[in-house]
């Protein structure tokens, strides 16, 4: 049972363990090692000061405080990542009270929290999810909002907060958390659609895996899998290639299979693939400004504001993909790409560009597309034991930096292709980028 909305702290109800498979129970008592820098004496030591990596000036004026601080290390003396940070306050912090705020930066605001209890923890040691305390895409950016997570923030005499973030974008930060989980819950369905593809041997399934602009989920999952072909967005704006040359190399596959008798495929897309097709991207640019500033009309006379090459374009696109481009844009003005069946897409072009061939006599096969989207179902799942481990060690550590009097950092454990016990745990300055306008920043994803 997912935790109920309580606020200030009254009993909640969370899981129940009594519900698990064996395989959820089995994981619930599985200790995880720490890096032997965490488990002896340690002290917190200041490194260098940081710096952004980008708009430093405007970094420093609206985060003065933070700005330029020295990034830390520990040195020797002589759902895990709550856990992690639980299990420091229990170990060297004893008395201490920990809060989940629920619904992210919301709880902090509107003071929604559960005490975070040994028994209210356990039935989510090791377990996937994040409905302990549930997520939540809130910001606290106006005055009214600072003032209420202040007030929060005193009436419950916090000596620090932590935030629980997967991909924030950071040079000293290996790896985002749950990474090695989901490639693998991925490669496993993929896997089973090869294995159906080739039993039945008639269809080519086009998968399009999440993973916002990176291809990094997708580029990995063919390391594991294998498939026929694996289009990665990086490659793509390299070689600066076009709808047309992406759809040409899939037939182009498909043609030469075909003369060996192979009619059946998996072909790998990445989410965010879309956004890197400069000619795309050039479109999406101009769209952009359109829906900003005016009324798109049902008869299409917007459309005199687009360029040539990029109307030329949009009308080669299919009707439903061309609708899913003028979506709503998200917070930041950026084309929601989940939203873009590009795997749908793709089977339309590709299907369109192999009947041009049969006339021709250069394509003799059958074709029959099959679409599938991976996303959510691969965010959920019984972590990988990797996963459980760095999540822990880096609660673990986040604990170790509140309780050292630091602010403003992220925590990081490095070294991660060494056995557990030779990983390196340090903070480093949070970078931000700017978001809309020149006093809202955000950090940087």
Known sequence: MAPSLIANGDTASGRFASVYSEVQKSRLDHSLPLPSVLKKPFKVVDGPRSSAAGNPDGIAKLFPCLFGQPSAMLLLEDTTLFAGIFDYLQDRCKGSTLYGFRGGPAGIMKCKYVVLTSEYIYPYRNQGGFDMICSGRDKIETPEQFKQAEETALKLDLDG??????????????????????CKLYAEMIGNVMIDARSTGKYYHFVRLMGRAASHITLECALQTHPNITLVGEEVAAKKLTLKNVTDHIADVICKRAELGYNYGVILIPEGLIDFIPEVQQLIAELNEILAHDVVDEGGVWKKNLKDQSLQLFELLPPAIQEQLMLERDPHGNVQVAKIETEKMLIQMV?????????????????????HFFGYEGRCGLPSNFDATYCYALGYAAGALLHSGKTGLISSVGNLAGPVEEWTVRWNCIDFINGRGEETWYTKR
């Open 351 to 371: 299907e369109f560009e192999l009947e041009q061939r049969k006339q021709k006599g250069a394509y003799k096969g059958q074709f029959k597309g099959q679409s």
């Open 161 to 182: 907060l932590f935030t629980i973030d997967g991909d924030l974008k950071c040079k000293e930060v290996p790896t985002s958390f749950g990474f090695d989980t989901a």
